[in-house]
């Protein structure tokens, strides 16, 4: 399994974010990919590789999946921020002001010249913070998930995009949740660009992945599914919910299975199975794999219980789904131990196929 880095990704890194009422240092820290790389080079697990994609192809494939009025407010977001205020170049930018969803409470399609009314429109949390490097870290984050991709549509069986900052919580023309490009949407995209004509991503972070779920909710030629934290109890809150099975042409091509928080390793293995039967009734003829390990049982702000050997089995089930599949690494915030939880599951993948 060849993994693709980003070699951009500490070119993000945030000071601190708004987390339960309080400034805190950021939980999304650049060692968390250190550790899985680190990880992946003591057990030789694959080819260590940077993408090679040239600048156009990855404009296309994030185009594919995200808004251009949003994506060009993240190129020039920086620059904007710092000549409001050169002291601003040594603080993050982060949203303090949104629109609330009701159509008819505040208006979205007229964008605002203010920064900050722009920061708070494409946003929805205060726990992201845009830094210098934001954007050259998500764009070479798409560039790994595109080259991931491209693996499979060239025959290969798996691929892993090892980058952040993560994507799965970024929306057509939002980010939050420490993510601003979709990484695993633009996979599946390229996917089917590319001629898989049934794709599914299967997210298996603690944290709904509503970006992912917004992204392809109409769709019927991408099946999404995702097991998570109770959205009742637990971020993102407001999606994520067992009734929210998908919209026009997409209605019954999105599968949700929240569990509470406590759950085990036997009852998550449960509703995985149940994510991989839909997969394989869906017919998937490639699957993506949103790969969160913030479900062990040491993470800071998750709330499941499983163990770092938990994970080679994670991997032997979804190698047992017999889908050509890319994994793209989402969430994990035991930062000493993502590493050996990440290629855990990779090996037990690798080694079941």
């Given amino acids: 399994m060849k993994t693709f880095h980003n070699p951009h990704h500490a070119l993000h890194q945030g000071r601190e974010e708004m987390f339960r009422g309080r400034m805190v240092p950021c939980h999304e820290v650049p060692a968390r990919l250190d550790y899985v790389l680190a990880e992946l080079q003591r057990r030789s697990l694959g080819g260590l590789h940077t993408p090679e994609v040239n600048d ?10 995200h808004d251009a009025r949003y994506t060009q407010f993240l190129a020039s977001a920086w620059d904007e921020w710092v000549a409001m205020d050169p002291a601003n170049a040594q603080r993050d930018a982060l949203p303090s002001v949104w629109p609330l969803g009701n159509r008819h409470a505040f208006r979205t399609d007229v964008l605002p010249q203010n920064f900050a009314a722009r920061l708070g429109l494409f946003s929805y949390d205060s726990g992201s913070p845009l830094t210098a490097g934001t954007w050259a870290a998500a764009r070479g984050g798409a560039a790994c998930a595109l080259a991931a991709a491209r693996e499979l549509l060239a025959g290969e069986r798996a691929a892993f995009a090892l980058t952040r900052p993560p994507g799965h919580h970024a929306g057509p023309d939002f980010f939050g949740g420490y993510c601003f490009l979709n990484n695993s ?14 794709v599914a991503v299967l997210d298996v972070d603690y944290h709904h992945g509503n970006g992912t779920q917004t992204i392809f909710y ?10 998570h934290g109770d959205p009742a109890t637990e971020y993102p809150f407001f999606l994520g919910h067992a009734d929210e099975r998908g919209a026009g042409a997409g209605e019954g091509f999105n599968l949700n ?4 928080r406590g759950t085990g390793f036997e009852a998550w293995c449960a509703a995985l199975d149940t994510a991989i039967d839909a997969i394989d009734d869906f017919n998937a003829d490639a699957l993506v794999v949103p790969m969160g390990l913030d479900t062990f049982e040491g993470d800071p702000i998750s709330g499941f219980t499983l163990k770092s050997e938990d994970y080679d089995t994670v991997g032997r089930l979804l190698a047992a789904a017999g889908v050509p599949t890319v994994f793209v690494f989402e969430g994990g915030y035991a930062v000493a131990e993502v590493g050996v939880n990440a290629v855990n599951l990779l090996e037990g993948f690798c080694r079941s196929i």
Avoid: H
Wanted: charged share 25%; no cysteine.
């Fill in 56 to 65: 156009a192809e990855l404009d296309a494939a994030i185009a594919r999946v």
């Fill in 185 to 198: 949407a633009i996979a599946a995209q390229a996917l089917r660009d590319g001629g898989k004509q049934r």
């Fill in 257 to 260: 299975l929240p569990l509470p």
């Fill in 218 to 227: 109409e769709r019927a030629d991408v099946f999404t599914a995702s097991v």
